[in-house]
């Protein structure tokens, strides 16, 4: 019940400040954020969907199927990263940089993109787990020169 009422929380902060799913980086340039996502689908089979989301929960761009809510999913994703920072920095300390959870239904993995935002992408469970690092880490990383506007390297 915790959970369901943070994430009406910050749909609610969302509607308030009247900016839809750019709340939190209205300097963000999504068209180009979404095209990483597009071009991340096309090239990773069995890739389902993917995210990115402002280190504070807020939705940045999205590439989800309809079975998922894309707000909610920021939130949670948010959340989790939180928590891997944590753990990286009190075992190694060190700076986060992924975290895969594999399901019965398949794998959620969150990149980091830049010190304020994730990238999380969904692929089925027979997803070649190499290909999908080898393909979102370089998408990540361009995410996060979008998102803070330095130039791709």
Known sequence: MKRAHLIERLKKVAKRTGAGTRTAAARVPEPAVAAELKELRARVPLLTGSLVASADGLLIAQDLPDSVEPDGMAAVTATGLSLAH?????????????????????????????????????????????RLHLESRPAARAIAAHITGTRRS
């Open 86 to 130: 944590r753990i990286a920095q009190t075992a190694h300390g060190g700076d986060f940089h992924e975290v895969v959870i594999r399901g019965a239904d398949g794998y959620v993995v969150s990149y980091a993109a830049g010190p304020h935002a994730s990238l999380t992408v969904l692929a089925g469970p027979d997803a070649n787990v190499g």
